[in-house]
C-alpha cells in the first residue's frame, strides 16, 4: 500500500516517523491528480505544492495536518490562484486574500494539490452542470454514473485516493450526498460552526462549510481545525471549540436514535432496506434504542419546493454582482442593463439562468407572499418539526440516499414519493442549521450506500461519537477506489 492509501492518523504516524516526507507525499498526490480520469479538477497547483512541500522539514507531532496533501472546492477563495467556482462568468478571476478555512489549512502547513470542479456556483446536485462538463463517480469506470453535486470533484479527488481530504460546501445536501455516492464521510457542522469569510455565497441562511475524509477520526481532526470565532464573518459562533475526538471510542448505551418511518417506506431499494435493518440491529447491539416516528408526510413533500424558492431567491440577490463589470467578462452594451445581459448570456449555463429567473419572479413584490414568504414559514414549520423530534431523541438516523449513485441518464419523476421525500431529506439539516455526517453502509453491485446522522446544535462531539462506533460496526473506514472492502452489515 502507498502511504498515501494510509487514514489520516498512519499517515501522520509515518510521517513523525520520517518514513515519509511531505514532498513525497506531494509528488504522488500530483501524480495522481494529473491521471485523474473523472474530470475532478479545475486546477492542479503543481508549482504551489511542490514550493509548500520542500519547506516542510521537521515533523510536527502534534499536529495531525502537517505536510498532509488536500484538496478545495473551487468556490473557497484562495489567493493568488484562480477560482472560477465552475462558471464561464469568473474566468480569469484570481482572489486577493484566502478564505479563513484555507488559511487555517495553510497555518496547520497541510498542503493544497487542486482545486476541485463542482456544479457552477454550487448550484445543482449531479455534477453535470460546471463549465468543464460532468464529473464521474470514481467507482463507476465505465463514467455512467454520477458522483453528485455540487462538490463533486472534491468527493471524486478523496473517493480515488488522491488526497487525504478535500474541503467542500453545503447548501442541501452538496457534501453529505457525494460522500454518500462515493463511500466517505462527509460532514456538515452546525451552521456558524465554520467561518464561511471566503466562501463564494449562493444561500447564505442554508450554505454551510463541509469536507470529505476517509474515516470519522479526520473528520472529527478536521471540525478541531477548521471551526471557531472569525471576526470577518459576523455569522460564526463564539462557542468554544472542543477536542472533537477526545470521545471516539466511548460506549454509545443509552443513547436513543429515531427513524422516520415515512421516509424508510419511500425507499424501493430492496438492498438498501435490508443493510439498514442490520444497522439498526447493530446498534441496538450495542445498547442504543431505535425508535420509530412519522415526521409528517405533507412537510416531507414541501422539503424541495422550499429549498428550491429559498434558496433561488437568496442566490438572485447573492449573485447580483457577476454583472460584467464588477465581476465576469465584460462583453460591451449601450446601457447597464445591456452589459449585464450581455455578460450573463455568456457567463452563465441555463441552470444557473432558470434559477435566477425563479429566484427574481418569487422575489417580485406582487409574488413575495405567495412564494418567498410562504416558504420562510414552512421552513419554520419543519425546523419546528426537526427540533421538537430531537428533544425526545438524540440523533436521526437514515439512508442518505434512496439508492446507489444513479446513472446519468436516469430521468426518475420528480414528484414520485421516493424522490420528493428519500432523495431530498438531507436539507432538514440546512433547514435547521445541525450536523449531519454521511457514511459507508454497505456495498450493492461494487457501489457504496450510505447512512447519515443528524443531531442538536453544536453536540457535533456526541455525533462523532455514535459514527465512531458505526463505523467499527460496519467495518468500513478509510475506503477508497484501491480497497476491496465488503463490510459487515
Not at 100 to 110: D, Q, S, W
Amino acid at each position: 500500500m502507498n502511504c498515501l492509501d494510509l487514514s489520516l492518523k498512519e499517515l501522520h504516524e509515518a510521517l513523525v516517523a520520517k518514513k515519509v516526507t511531505p514532498l513525497e507525499l506531494a509528488k504522488e498526490a500530483l501524480k495522481r491528480a494529473h491521471e485523474d480520469k473523472d474530470n475532478a479538477f479545475e486546477k492542479i497547483l503543481d508549482k504551489e505544492a511542490i514550493e509548500e512541500a520542500s519547506t516542510l522539514t521537521e515533523p510536527e507531532e502534534n499536529n495531525y495536518l502537517w505536510g498532509i496533501p488536500y484538496l478545495a472546492k473551487d468556490n473557497f477563495s484562495t489567493k493568488g490562484i484562480e477560482t472560477t467556482a465552475s462558471s464561464n462568468i469568473l474566468n480569469g478571476y484570481v482572489p486577493v486574500f484566502d478564505a479563513t478555512v484555507i488559511a487555517k489549512l495553510k497555518e496547520k502547513k497541510a498542503i493544497m494539490i487542486a482545486k476541485t470542479t463542482m456544479d457552477e456556483l454550487a448550484m445543482g446536485g449531479t455534477g453535470t452542470t460546471g463549465h468543464l462538463g460532468k464529473t464521474y463517480n470514481p467507482y463507476d469506470p465505465t463514467h455512467q454514473r454520477m458522483i453528485g453535486g455540487s462538490s463533486c470533484g472534491s468527493a471524486a479527488g478523496v473517493a480515488s485516493g488522491i488526497a487525504t481530504f478535500s474541503l467542500g460546501s453545503d447548501t442541501g445536501d452538496s457534501v453529505r450526498k457525494p460522500a454518500a455516492y462515493s463511500g466517505l464521510v462527509g460532514m456538515k457542522p452546525t451552521w456558524g460552526r465554520i467561518s464561511r469569510f471566503g466562501l463564494f455565497p449562493f444561500a447564505p441562511s442554508l450554505d454551510h462549510v463541509g469536507y470529505f475524509s476517509r474515516d470519522v477520526f479526520a473528520s472529527a481532526v478536521l471540525l478541531d481545525v477548521l471551526s471557531g470565532r472569525d471576526d470577518n464573518d459576523s455569522t460564526s459562533s463564539v462557542k468554544p471549540v472542543e477536542k472533537y475526538e477526545e470521545d471516539l471510542l466511548k460506549p454509545i448505551k443509552g443513547y436513543k436514535v429515531v427513524v422516520f418511518s415515512d421516509i424508510i417506506s419511500s425507499i424501493k431499494d430492496e438492498c438498501l432496506l435490508k443493510h439498514f435493518s442490520s444497522s439498526l440491529q447493530a446498534l441496538e447491539s450495542e445498547g442504543v434504542s431505535i425508535n420509530y416516528v412519522n415526521f409528517g408526510k405533507e412537510l416531507l413533500e414541501s422539503l424541495y419546493a422550499t429549498y428550491i424558492v429559498i434558496s433561488c431567491a437568496e442566490a438572485t440577490s447573492n449573485d447580483a454582482n457577476l454583472d460584467g463589470i464588477k465581476f465576469g467578462p465584460y462583453k460591451g452594451g449601450k446601457s447597464y442593463q445591456e452589459v449585464m445581459y450581455n455578460a450573463r448570456t455568456a457567463g452563465f449555463s441555463e441552470l444557473i439562468k432558470r434559477r435566477f429567473v425563479i429566484g427574481s419572479y418569487c422575489l417580485m413584490r406582487e409574488n413575495q407572499e405567495e412564494l418567498f414568504l410562504r416558504a420562510q414559514r414552512n421552513r419554520a414549520k419543519i425546523v419546528e418539526r426537526v427540533n421538537e423530534i430531537l428533544s425526545e431523541n438524540d440523533f436521526i438516523l437514515l439512508p442518505s440516499a434512496p439508492s446507489i449513485a444513479p446513472l446519468f441518464s436516469n430521468s426518475s419523476d420528480k414528484l414520485s414519493e421516493e424522490y420528493l421525500i428519500a432523495d431530498n431529506h438531507l436539507c432538514l439539516g440546512n433547514f435547521a442549521g445541525l450536523p449531519s455526517i454521511s457514511l459507508p453502509l454497505a456495498f450493492e453491485d461494487k457501489m457504496p450506500l450510505s447512512v447519515n446522522f443528524m443531531g442538536r446544535a453544536f453536540d457535533e462531539k456526541r455525533l462523532f461519537q455514535i459514527a465512531s462506533a458505526f463505523e467499527r460496526l460496519s467495518g468500513l473506514a478509510n475506503l477508497s477506489v484501491n480497497d476491496e472492502k465488503e463490510g459487515n452489515l
